[in-house]
């Protein structure tokens, strides 16, 4: 029994051993600028941005890594996403529009790189879509919903208590009325005129014409190359090849792909904050870049 139990302990000890060892590793990871390619061993950071836009942290992670490693000498973005929420579309953004500053940035959209997508791409060196890639989609959407009639067929009223008229515009809980469409609408509007300046701005555009663009309307790759939207039709291996050009590098150059933390505490916190977005978007209106 004895030697069981001092057995159990030698075990106990050695499993302690090797995770105390996986989070030191882990942890030397995460470190800002790391890079397990060497010291001195020039690469190219790949970030990619793929699906819904809800939460940046990941993706700003990700991309501060790029920005502080010293051998990371370019940046490809990798794009296949429909959109998103508009505030993390947009500091997506402008971090990569200044790491374009620091060094140079190639965009690889994929089969999507709409609204939210595309305003990230704006942001890059060069933009690299295949010809059928579905980009542009220039526009806000705010969805929300009523429940209001439900409520009457089962007999339960909402009430509130608003420190204004326009505090519960777009409640689930109250049919909308003309005046808060024309406010919400205006909301929707302002932000959609940013998103136009900011492309007219990014891609060297008359505003006009972005604004004659910015229906909403999704364009293949070529046209919009033709409309000034993209650079170049091409993929990955393109977007590469023009960095190792820009960058004057070996065609060798390795492309190493950077993450955002990844660790066992920061999934169940993006997974708590998730579920606690979800629950919130149920009773609020939310705009997003889709």
């Given at each position: ?13 050695v499993v ?37 836009i809800f ?114 515009a777009g ?120």
């Open positions: 029994m004895a030697s069981e139990g001092k057995g159990s302990r030698v075990f106990l000890l302690l051993f090797f995770l105390l060892l996986a989070g030191v590793v882990g942890a030397i990871h995460s470190l800002p600028g790391y890079s397990s390619l060497g010291s001195g061993q020039a690469f190219i950071a790949e970030v990619r941005i793929a699906g819904p939460d940046a942290k990941k993706t700003i992670e990700a991309l501060h890594r790029a920005e502080e490693n010293p051998q990371a000498k370019g940046l490809l973005l990798v794009i296949n996403s429909p959109g998103g929420a508009v505030v993390p579309s947009w500091e997506i953004h402008d971090l990569v529009a200044r790491i374009a500053k620091k060094k140079p940035v190639a965009v690889s959209m994929q089969s999507l790189a709409a609204s939210g997508g595309y305003l990230i791409a704006c942001a890059g060196s060069r933009i690299f879509a295949y010809g059928a890639t579905a980009t542009g989609s220039i526009g806000v959407i705010l969805q929300t919903f009523s429940l209001s009639g439900l409520m009457d067929k089962i007999g339960i009223q909402g009430n509130a208590i608003v420190s204004g008229p326009l505090k519960d409640s689930p809980f109250s049919s909308m009325s003309p005046v808060d469409k024309k406010y919400l609408q205006g909301i929707v509007m302002n932000i959609r005129d940013q998103f136009v300046q900011l492309v007219a701005d990014d891609r060297h555009i008359p505003p006009a014409k972005v604004d004659a663009l910015a229906t909403g309307q999704v364009y293949t790759g070529l046209e919009a190359q033709k409309l000034g939207l993209v650079d170049a039709i091409g993929g990955e291996h393109a977007a590469k090849n023009w960095l190792l050009t820009q960058l004057k590098l070996p065609k060798d150059t390795r492309v190493r792909e950077v993450h955002g933390e990844n660790t066992l505490g920061s999934w169940f916190s993006t997974a708590a904050s998730s579920a606690i977005s979800d629950l919130l978007a149920q009773s609020a209106a939310r705009f997003y870049l889709f």
